[in-house]
T-cell receptor, first 117, second 114 residues
Framework: DARVTQTPRHKVTEMGQEVTMRCQPILGHNTVFWYRQTMMQGLELLAYFRNRAPLDDSGMPKDRFSAEMPDATLATLKIQPSEPRDSAVYFC???????????????FGDGTRLSIL | KQEVTQIPAALSVPEGENLVLNCSFTDSAIYNLQWFRQDPGKGLTSLLLIQSSQREQTSGRLNASLDKSSGRSTLYIAASQPGDSATYLCAAWGTQGGSEKLVFGKGTKLTVNP
């Protein structure tokens, strides 16, 4: 059963440190999404890529966050410098050709639980 | 701006009961409405996707309906089981600020008691 894989599952670090989260989308999926989930805000879209090109990153604080897809099997989300308010669960999701037209669902990983002290 | 609301935030029912979860959205110009399940410490699992041209979708004991004109969707769970306990999220897929986005509600936490 194909799954989206995220690493690490948990990360605790001190304020000011760089954090890198990784995502391996389902093989063959060409669209990758990054979300952040907090109790207060719920699930929010940060950015997404299609065929490794960024399509939208309007939900991402650009002064400290960056998202890339070095290749089709790896997406990364970096925070530098990290702040306590970045503490959240970060999810990656992927989808096939029909996901942007609304014909297919997104498939989610189990998330990275990030705590910034 | 699309806003998705789910009421109630939490629901507790005895095993075997049929139940309905509600979802409302403010912008009816959506491509689809999706229902997800989230278990504690896990990601989201897609349950049902209703295209904007459809009225309902069914999968096993789950039935989701969509009424775009009123901005509402419901998820019906028949003969609930303790294994159905989870948080259920609905999400509307549409265009926001020039690009496609999935906007989520905050979920309904369902507890099915044996």
């Amino acid at each position: 059963d194909a799954r989206v894989t995220q690493t690490p599952r948990h990360k605790v670090t001190e304020m000011g440190q760089e954090v890198t989260m990784r995502c391996q989308p389902i093989l063959g999926h060409n669209t990758v999404f990054w979300y952040r989930q907090t109790m207060m805000q719920g699930l929010e879209l940060l950015a997404y890529f299609r065929n490794r090109a960024p399509l939208d990153d309007s939900g991402m604080p650009k002064d400290r966050f960056s998202a890339e897809m070095p290749d089709a099997t790896l997406a990364t989300l970096k925070i530098q410098p990290s702040e306590p308010r970045d503490s959240a669960v970060y999810f990656c999701a992927s989808g096939g050709q029909g996901v942007l037209s609304g014909n297919q669902p997104q498939h989610f990983g189990d998330g990275t639980r990030l705590s910034i002290l | 701006k699309q806003e998705v609301t789910q009421i109630p935030a939490a629901l507790s029912v005895p095993e075997g009961e049929n139940l309905v979860l509600n979802c409302s959205f403010t912008d009816s110009a959506i491509y689809n409405l999706q229902w997800f399940r989230q278990d504690p410490g896990k990601g989201l699992t897609s349950l049902l996707l209703i295209q904007s041209s459809q009225r309902e979708q069914t999968s096993g004991r789950l039935n989701a309906s969509l009424d775009k004109s009123s901005g509402r969707s419901t998820l019906y769970i028949a003969a609930s089981q303790p294994g159905d306990s989870a948080t259920y999220l609905c999400a509307a897929w549409g265009t926001q600020g020039g690009s496609e986005k999935l906007v989520f509600g905050k979920g309904t936490k369902l507890t099915v008691n044996p």
